[in-house]
C-alpha cells in the first residue's frame, strides 16, 4: 500500500516547513473551508503569482528549492511545481511532483531556437492526495501568458485533473503528451539534467550551464516578450 505520509515531509528541495513557506501558504488558504479549497487557492497563487520563465539555471538542487522559487517569483514549470508541492505539505495536504515528456506547438520562436527543440523534458505537474485520490494539477503558466499565447488558462477544481489541452482557442495543436515519466517525493535534479541533456545535446546544455557558471542568473530571454509562433 502507498504511503501517503510521504508526500506530506519536507525534502531537501519542497521545503515545507520553511517561514515563508508556510506564511505564502497560510495567506493563500485563508477562508478556505476544505482541503479541495486550499488545494484551489494554492494552485492559482501559484499559477499566477510565480512568473513563468525558461531561462532560469536548472542544474543544481537550490534551482528547484521551493523557497528560492518565492523569493525569486519566477521559473519553468519545475521550479513552481516544486513550490505548489511544499505549500502542498505546509497546509497538510499530501502533494507530489509529476512529469511528462510533451511537445510544445505553440512556443515562442527564440525558445524553440533556444532549446533546438519543440519537445519539453521532464514537464512537471503537481499531485495532490484529495478525497481519496490523486488529482493532476498543472500550474506552469500564468494566465496573462496563456493570453498571449491564445490558449484558456488552465482551471483547476481540486477534483479533476488539469493538464494542458491538446488545442488552444484557435484550434490549433498547443500540447502533446508524449510519455508520462512518474511522480516523485522530492525533484529528481539528477535525471532531469541528463534528461535534457539526452533532449537538447549534451554540447548545448553544457553550454546552458557555463553561461550561467560565468554570469550568474543573467536572464537570457523575455519570454512574455517573445515572438509567439502563429
Known sequence: MENIELYLKPTEIID???????????????GAKNDVEKAVR???AVRDGIWYDPYVPFYRAEHYRASHVLNIRRGFCIPKASLLCAAGRAMGLPARPGFAN????????QLIEYMGSDIFAYHAFVEFFLDGKWVKSTPA????LCKRHHVE???FNGREDSIFQLYNLQNRKFMEYMEFLGSFEDIPVDHIVAAFRETYGHDRVQGWIDGFERDGNVRRGRFDAEDVIQ
Request: with cysteine; aromatic share 12%.
Open 102 to 109: 510533451v511537445r510544445n506547438h505553440l512556443a515562442t520562436r
Open 153 to 155: 488558462p488552465l482551471e
Open 42 to 44: 494554492l494552485y492559482y
Open 141 to 144: 503558466f500564468n494566465a496573462e
Open 16 to 30: 515545507c516547513k520553511h517561514p515563508q513557506i508556510k506564511a505564502f501558504a497560510e495567506e493563500a488558504c485563508d
